[in-house]
């Protein structure tokens, strides 16, 4: 088994589906987790300046989603067969995409607010129908069996749920999902022990 | 072999990687352009209201990246080993989290403009540093020979030096990647025979 070190903040964020996929797979590594005071000077050696990387055996990975998608690789985590990995890639894309629009790092807090609530109310309620039809009545969201993109919107959601707590009251179906995954002994375990912050 | 369709604008825009992949595997699809007039009826017709989409045999994948990921598969073009696959994924989801930053659909022209100029002057060099630390004395991005990260290079950039013509006169090895994709024959032949658009 390689050597596998992840460097990111203390936070949830961009590097939580990376360490679902290793609490899932049982894989042990190293959760680094850097002060933000520390990080311009990281930031420099990186060569895309950009965290989460996974160092495996000495050699730097980066993108949080190409890691993930490594990680899973030759497991059923991934998709079962070519068709529902490209679905998988799809709906984790399409998860990152909202959230990607979010201007996180915005520090005028006027603006930041306008920006939130503006993406909280009237886009989500897009996303949320769109995923609701594509899960149906189905147990996962691809195929028969759990998904890292499952994970991925339950780590999404998760983060949604502190902006806004009743995001989900209409959707008791993707609730539900958020459940499922939450309840696979692995999962619940790591987020039993994990460091708990807001983001 | 599956009969394929794309649907997306007359434009190169998400759905060219696509195409370059097509064209190198030398594949055949339908190469569906929509009309933006008929854009909203479509639209809501689609799982994610988003194109590209691809029909594999009446089925419909979405999210370019995705797709061009599944063609991909089992081709050189991936990379050859779960690691080189994986940097490709992470060069992709470099080229793409750069080009995500520009508000495409802005309205305001005055706020367009200076958005995609900061981008263009400010933030572009340092990609650009880093994509050609990157690519060092190598001859492709990954591995040692082409992949989609290459092809998707070439695509960003061509839309990128539409923008801001001079934007890699001091970067002689990343122009020198274009061209070499640019001479794949299949890719010379797409690019010689595709609908010129400006993006």
């Known amino acids: 088994m390689p050597n596998y070190k992840l460097m990111y903040f203390n936070m949830r964020g961009r590097a939580e589906i990376i360490r679902y996929i290793f609490a899932y797979l049982d894989i042990k590594y190293e959760d680094h987790r850097i002060e933000e005071a520390d990080w311009p ?23 949080s989603l190409a ?16 068709m529902e990995q490209c679905q998988a890639d799809a709906l984790v894309d399409t998860l990152d995409d909202f959230m990607s629009c979010f201007p996180w790092a915005e520090k005028k807090q006027e603006v930041k607010n306008e920006m939130f609530n503006k993406l909280l109310t009237r886009e989500a309620p897009h996303l949320l129908q769109s995923l609701g039809t594509y899960l149906g009545d189905k147990e996962w969201f691809i195929g028969n069996s759990v998904t890292w993109a499952d994970f991925y919107w339950d780590i999404c959601s998760t983060t949604l749920l502190v902006l806004k707590p009743d995001l989900l009251d209409s959707h008791p179906s993707l609730q539900t999902l ?7 002994p692995a999962i619940a375990a790591w987020i039993q022990q994990r460091p708990q912050t807001r983001l």
Chains 1, 2 share one sequence.
Do not use: C, M, W
Request: aromatic fraction near 4%.
């Open 41 to 63: 000077e990281i930031k420099s050696t990186l060569p895309f300046g950009k965290i989460p990387v996974l160092e495996v055996d000495g050699l730097l990975l980066h993108q």
């Open 67 to 82: 890691i993930a998608r490594y990680l899973t690789k030759n497991t059923d985590l991934a998709g079962k067969t070519a």
């Open 178 to 184: 958020r459940k499922k995954v939450q309840a696979i």
